[in-house]
């Protein structure tokens, strides 16, 4: 069966793609990645998008102008990716996260935009959609939900091997002889890139290679502010998002400093609160192997000091396990896809806090009628993942 998932994730920048084949060959499931993109969203869409993001106020009349803009979006992205790489049986789509309702530690909603029937019309392929509110009704986060891949793929490695994600949340799938947990760490990329914006300090609102963090110097005092947020120290499971790791976060943490910084050293700044809440993290879980993935992979500045601070941890890329680092979300989201379509869950209770594990999502007719395959017992207890000669 091939899947083409789609995902714009808390950078809100754009749409990942990947298209891949899948197969249950002697009780293993392979997955050939026949198709990667990213597609960004217009610099006109994007505006409009990040004017609605808590803790802004916004009207319904806007929301629904957006879920039509980003379901478009998403149509093209869709309908592109299926003329570079072949047709597929399904899509799944994300769709853009602008809220994730969390009070203390339990989530109790989430909202992503982007109508499905948008892609469906457009592709005339079935759409399964809105994936993360049953596992919350399950009592879970419905985050991270990329935990059901990593836990395929971190099963070969020795030790305590965990996966972590750099996108605009940190977060992080940790795997032990007891089972498997995952959680949100905290911000990655998403006060960087919400300060690279408010100074005009790239065109693309992201620190292009850390180049922008290397020329600043860390501020202490600002950055233990930072590291004094209560966030950090609740226990796992437990979820975040731009509701609370926002510009106007920032803003408050440099004002109850008492000193404005430069622009450049304000990302530095924040490009070492990353470093030292994922290495805490790390360090606190005795991992021995990371797996890291994100557009975070890009930025030398957050993963040399990564390694720096983690000298007992092996850093990899995710590529090194077949999964491209910048497209993993996008490839876990078609192996949801796929799960959903053969009856099976796409979470891992660890994973996300859940009583149990839920098939996920909504099916969205195509042009014909929605046939599904036969219902599978139990999930293939590995994935091997490779990638195909790519267009």
Not at 30 to 52: F, N
């Amino acid at each position: 069966m091939r899947v083409l998932g789609l995902i714009s994730g808390t950078s809100h920048d754009g749409i990942d793609a990947a298209t891949v084949d899948f197969t249950v060959d002697d009780g293993v499931l392979r997955g050939d990645i026949v198709h990667l993109s990213a597609t960004p969203y217009t610099p006109e869409l994007r505006a409009r998008l990040l004017a609605a993001l808590p803790p802004a106020p916004v009207t319904l009349a806007e929301v629904a102008v957006l879920d039509t803009l980003i379901g478009q979006a998403f149509a093209d992205a869709a309908a592109a990716a299926l003329a570079a790489g072949g047709p597929a049986d399904l899509v799944t789509s994300h769709g853009q996260t602008v809220f994730h309702w969390v009070e203390g530690s339990k989530a109790l909603g989430t909202l992503q935009l982007g109508q499905p029937a948008w892609i469906a019309e457009r592709t005339g392929t079935p759409v399964l959609s809105d994936v993360r509110i049953r596992d919350i009704t399950a009592g879970g986060h419905g985050a991270p939900l990329v935990s059901i891949l990593d836990d395929l793929l971190l099963r070969g490695l020795d030790g305590v091997p965990a996966a972590l994600n750099l996108g605009g949340i940190s977060n992080m799938t940790v795997l032990r002889p007891t089972g498997l947990h995952a959680y949100d760490i905290g911000p990655a990329n998403a006060l960087v890139d919400a300060v690279v914006t408010q100074h005009g300090l790239h065109p693309s609102g992201y620190d292009d290679g850390g180049r922008i963090a290397a020329t600043g110097t860390v501020d202490p005092a600002l950055l233990d502010v930072l590291l004094a947020e209560p966030y950090y120290r609740l226990p796992a499971p437990k979820s975040t998002g731009k509701e609370l790791f926002h510009l106007g976060y920032v803003d408050d943490a440099v004002e109850r400093n008492g000193l404005t910084p430069e622009p450049a050293d304000l990302v530095a700044t924040l490009t070492e609160l990353t470093v030292r809440t994922v290495a805490d993290a790390v360090r606190a879980e005795g991992v021995t192997t990371l797996v890291v993935s994100g557009g975070g992979v890009r930025n030398p500045v957050l993963v040399d000091g990564l390694r720096r601070a983690l000298p007992d941890t092996r850093l990899i890329p995710s590529d090194d396990l077949g999964v491209p680092a910048g497209e993993k979300e996008a490839i876990a989201f078609a192996l949801i896809g796929w799960c959903s379509a053969h009856g099976l869950p796409g979470t891992v209770p660890g994973g996300t806090g859940a009583t149990a594990p839920r098939i996920l999502g909504t099916f969205t007719p195509g042009a014909a009628a929605l046939r599904l395959p036969e219902p599978l017992a139990t999930m293939p207890p590995a994935l091997t993942l490779r990638r195909a000669a790519l267009p």
